[in-house]
């Protein structure tokens, strides 16, 4: 075993460039988890579904619209027990960059079918005698600073209001999800509402998605092919997936976009590899009289090989350790920041691993090299400073 | 007196391991920087390459794109008899009506995405005669289930080859040509209008296009600054833009395809300039402590190098001047490397969602003098703001202390 | 009598450099008693830092016995030969010889690290040398903060500190003052009179050299004159 005490005494020999390098190693670490961070929290969307859900669209895409008349025949499907439906608002609060989501929904069936979105029971009471009533997420609500009562007037830039005025909804309540499947961003509003506008100015409405809970015992794959199957010669094909293969779908519309953050990654780890190790050859050189010193009064080749793998697998971890520790303590922060593009952003455990790991392996492998020279420089040459 | 700059070179290759470590961390994190760079730039080309200031886009008022326009037949047909704006070809006005709708195909990196299809008419290849070219088979007959697949997704999405047979809804449809654009048609698939229109169950077009005739002013507002503006931006009073919104006929949204396209950018491009910013920020300040330690071990190195040239006469400040320049040359070889690695990339073609309208648009990476020159600047200053502690230690010396220290 | 401390028969060490062979030692037969204390001097690269190195066991002869406190060097190897130099050696260098981020009495401790004892007995016994060279008062100080004959003192404090037989010191008042040499090789003395610690030293300095009982003369790799001396030290 090397002396211990050196692995501490040789970290502050040169603090500035220690402090150099753990600062790097922990901003490299912290962009790590937090990139990472991103890639999970979308990802959660899927995971956190419930399985029991369906989604029916047009095998098309989801540009194109489902006839009304569906919701009976998906609802004589045996195993349905019960189906909902969502139809994108596309308006926009004042000016396009306020941007969020807007559906018009059965507020009932929805709200039985996502018990992740909780709504206060006042709420849902003004929603049902209120026609142009709209729950908002929390999120949302803090974002814009509505509450209860407030009217929100939304322009329709895809369904213009027949008026040609913007469409108006008035605030019954706020909802909370604190599953990451179901996002605070978002406003619902009254199907009812929204068909008998549209029909005044001779629109006929359509579904962008409709939306099923499969009956408790009933057969999964089973309802699927058996929806499938009532559609199988309708004028519009359709596409019936579970609730979590759509949200993937949904997500692998990105693009690339997840696979150059992972390259990101890789940069960002290739480039601290490189730092590290150049501050590992630079200690090693420093250390070098020492090692011969050592060597002389009987220290073995691989207590040398030993202190200088531990020296800088320490100088990984501290680095490593703060950089996690960042990405903890700004993940309430960045998640406000991307509350629009990946909503309920958290750091998962699975990702501190990840940190951890990167930052125990960072060590032994930036200290390998220097480590190796440590090992087999002798006495002699390294009096001689080679 | 001015230290010889030999010396500071020498001194790089000497210490050849650490300048090789620094020179391959700041090039990778200049790759990165510049890799989202040219992605934002590949972006920012395709969609104002070809955006013409001689055509004009019809929307709904109201509509923020095509996606969110609609028009009736009969409402597109009267809007172009009635813009006497509109240039006159040897078939009649040179304007059509186009359908933009996104078709879910399966692209060869796995999942599904929406790939824009959009039914023009035959005045369009008359409107685009010399930026659109089928390079590859023939074009779509008009009035036939067939289409022309975009260049850029033959090689990205599956069944984007010609004699492959696309299903829209329920109609099979022929691909039998390759359409060639540099702009963002060559991420499209394009077929006859009427064809479109009826196998995916619309009733009328999105949006109407026409050249205008030479010398004519919409005096459109930028629709960019709508996507920005709290109140709505209306065209000015006595404009071309302003008569066509009040029409109490068909009114329209109209600007120029510039315009148009300039405002669909802005929303990606603005996010992938404050990532590749971002990025740069927190990665540049890894890179900058790299540099700086290696600056510090090559003047700790040479302290009493540097004494012996204190104590002959050299001045302080030519000694931090060589220092810095050292580390300047640092960082641009770092910088070089850097613009090595994303070389590569250029050309490469990549797919992004439009937030604006949920499709998925191809675009390649652009690697041009633009990204190169921030790459170059970004290195230098890394290899600056790195060495200028460590040059600063350097002068800073008094030549007895050099001389005295191990 | 007893088998001498250390014997060298033979010995032969070679250097290569670009193509070139340069026999350092060539052929050396000596053999050195237990309890002596020996300087060794001879002109610069005549091989005497080479010497003490083999007989340190820091590096290997090309041809020849080393055989020092009954091991055989030659034969010695990895580990085993650590462990050796751990329990038979200390060495006191001209330059480089204590660690800069530790202070004196953690030099002093290192050996110690190598043996059972346990932390508390450790510092005892560094104390206890560092006490022998006169410096309980500086166990605190970083090297940088000690004069270049306190830290010599501290080396030898840390050679003995392990209770080896034998002392090999390579020109260690070379960089020092007169007064400050005077210091070590007055301490020198002590070990080899009062501890009965074999001595080896190295050394240009003719005066410092009147401090051994045997001078040994090398010249160009070969055994030259062998002086035997009444020390000023026995004398008093
Ligand atoms: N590793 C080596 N490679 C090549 N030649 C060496 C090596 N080590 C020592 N020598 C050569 O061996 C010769 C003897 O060196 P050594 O260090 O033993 O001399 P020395 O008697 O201690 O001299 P000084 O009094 O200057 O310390 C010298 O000519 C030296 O150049
Ligand atoms: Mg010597």
């Not at chain 3, 020996?38 to 290997?60: C, Y």
């Amino acid at each position: 075993m090397p002396p211990i005490v050196l692995l501490w005494r040789n970290l502050w020999r040169r603090p500035l460039r220690s402090i150099l390098t753990v600062m790097s190693l922990a901003v490299a670490v912290f962009l790590i988890c937090g990139l990472r961070s991103i890639i999970t929290t979308i990802r959660a969307a899927a995971d956190n579904c419930d399985p029991r859900r369906l989604a029916v669209m047009s095998a098309s895409g989801l540009f194109v619209e489902l006839p009304l008349h569906y919701q009976a025949r998906i609802d004589k499907v045996p195993g349905v027990e019960i189906t909902t439906k969502f139809q994108w608002f596309g308006g926009y609060y004042r000016s396009q960059k306020n941007f969020f989501a807007q559906f018009a929904i059965d507020p009932e069936t929805m709200f039985a079918m996502y018990p992740e979105c909780k709504v206060e029971p006042d709420a849902i009471q003004r929603m049902a005698t209120d026609r142009t009533a709209c729950i908002i997420g929390s999120s949302l609500a803090r974002e814009f600073g509505w509450k209860v009562g407030d009217t929100i007037p939304l322009v329709g830039a895809l369904h213009p209001h027949p008026e040609d005025k913007a469409w108006e909804f008035k605030v019954a309540g706020l909802y909370h999800s604190d599953r990451p499947n179901f996002d605070n961003r978002t406003l619902f509003f009254r199907w009812d509402y929204f068909e008998e506008t549209l029909k005044q100015g001779g629109v006929p409405p359509a579904v962008g998605v409709y939306s099923i809970r499969v009956a408790p015992g009933a057969d999964v794959a089973q309802v699927i092919a058996d929806v499938e199957d009532v559609f199988k010669d309708s004028e519009q094909r359709i596409d019936c997936t579970t609730e979590a293969e759509f949200q993937r779908q949904f997500q692998s519309m990105f693009g690339n976009m997840p696979l150059f953050l992972t390259w990101i990654g890789a940069g960002v780890l290739i480039a601290i590899l490189v730092a590290s190790v150049n501050t590992m050859l630079m200690a090693m050189r420093e250390q070098t009289p020492d090692i011969g010193i050592l060597k002389a009064l009987g220290f073995t080749d691989g207590s040398m090989f030993v202190l200088f793998l531990l020296q800088s697998t320490f100088l990984a971890l501290l680095g490593g350790g703060l950089g996690v520790f960042g990405a903890l303590a700004t993940a309430p922060f960045i998640s406000a920041g991307l509350e629009m593009f990946a909503p309920g952003y958290a750091v998962q455990p699975g990702t501190v691993v990840l940190g951890a790991v990167v930052a125990l392996a960072i060590g032994p492998i930036a200290g390998i090299l220097p480590a190796m020279r440590a090992r087999s420089l002798t006495c002699i040459a390294a009096f001689r400073g080679e | 007196m001015l230290v010889p700059l030999s010396y500071n070179l020498r001194s790089l290759f000497v210490r050849k391991s650490a300048t090789l470590l620094t020179v391959l961390g700041v090039g990778a994190v200049v790759a990165i920087v510049s890799g989202t760079l040219a992605l934002q730039q590949g972006f920012h080309h395709m969609f104002t390459t070809g955006g013409r200031d001689d055509v004009a886009v019809f929307l709904r008022p109201g509509a923020t794109n095509e996606g969110d326009s609609q028009f009736s037949r009969d409402r597109g047909l009267k809007l172009i008899k009635s813009v006497p704006e509109i240039e006159i070809g040897p078939n009649g006005p040179l304007a059509g009506m186009e359908a933009y709708l996104a078709l879910l195909l399966a692209p060869k990196r796995g999942g599904v995405t929406n790939v824009p299809l959009r039914g023009v008419q035959p005045v369009t290849f008359e409107i685009r005669a010399k930026e659109v070219r089928i390079s590859e088979g023939r074009n779509f007959t008009p009035g036939h289930d067939e289409l022309v697949v975009g260049a850029r997704l033959v090689d990205r999405i599956e069944n984007c080859r010609i004699g492959d047979v696309l299903t829209l809804n329920k109609t099979p449809f022929k691909v039998v040509g390759i359409l060639d654009h540099d702009g963002q048609f060559g991420g499209e698939i394009w077929g006859d209008l009427d064809r479109l229109l009826a196998a995916m169950g619309r009733y009328g077009p999105n949006r109407v296009i026409a050249q205008l005739k030479p010398g004519i002013e919409l005096g459109s507002p930028d629709p960019a600054k709508a996507l920005f503006s709290d109140e709505p931006v209306e065209p000015d009073e006595g404009t071309v833009a302003a008569r066509l919104l009040k029409d109490t006929e068909v009114p329209a949204k109209v600007c120029t395809e510039s315009q148009y396209l300039s405002s669909q950018t802005v929303m990606l491009s603005g996010m992938l300039v404050f990532i590749g910013g971002g990025l740069g920020f927190i990665m540049g300040l890894a890179a900058i402590f790299t540099a700086m330690n290696t600056m510090l071990a090559s003047v700790a190195a040479r302290t009493r190098e540097i004494g012996i040239l204190l104590s002959i006469g050299y001045r302080p400040f030519p000694i931090f001047l060589s220092f810095l320049f050292e580390a300047l040359v640092l960082g641009l070889i770092g910088g070089l490397v850097g613009c090595v690695l994303t070389l590569p990339f250029n050309g490469v073609s990549a797919g992004a969602m439009n937030f604006q309208t949920f499709t998925e648009m191809a675009f390649a990476f652009r690697v041009g003098p633009m990204v190169l020159l921030v790459a170059i600047g970004f290195s230098i200053a890394l290899g600056l703001i790195g060495g200028a502690l460590p040059a600063w230690r350097a002068a800073r010396l008094r030549p007895t202390a050099a001389l005295r220290r191990e | 009598m007893a088998q001498p401390l250390i014997r060298l028969k033979d010995v032969t060490k070679t250097y290569t450099r670009g193509g070139e062979t340069l026999t350092v030692l060539n052929r050396l037969a000596l053999d050195m008693e237990e309890g002596g204390y020996f300087a060794l001097m001879g002109p610069s690269g005549s091989g005497k830092t080479t010497l003490l190195n083999l007989i340190g066991g820091l590096d290997r002869a090309d041809h020849g016995l080393v055989a020092v406190a009954g091991e055989d060097l030659t034969v010695l190897e990895g580990a085993a030969l650590s462990a050796w130099r751990a329990r038979t050696v200390g060495f006191v260098f001209q330059g480089f010889n204590l660690i800069p981020v530790l202070t004196a009495l953690e030099n002093v401790e290192l050996p110690l690290k190598l043996t059972g004892l346990s932390g508390k007995a450790r510092r005892e016994h560094a104390l206890h040398a560092l006490e022998l060279v006169g410096l309980s008062d500086r166990a605190k100080h970083r090297p940088g903060q000690l004069s270049g004959g306190q830290e010599q003192r501290v080396a030898i404090a840390r050679a003995v500190v392990s209770d080896p037989k034998l002392i090999l010191a390579d020109e260690p008042t070379g960089d020092l003052d007169r007064a400050s040499a005077e210091q070590v090789l007055t301490l020198l003395d002590k070990l080899n009179t009062q501890m009965k610690k074999t001595i080896l030293m190295v050394t240009h300095d003719p005066h410092a050299a009147q401090h051994a009982r045997t001078i040994v003369h090398l010249d160009k790799g070969q055994l030259g004159r062998i002086e035997h001396n009444q020390p000023a030290a026995a004398r008093a």
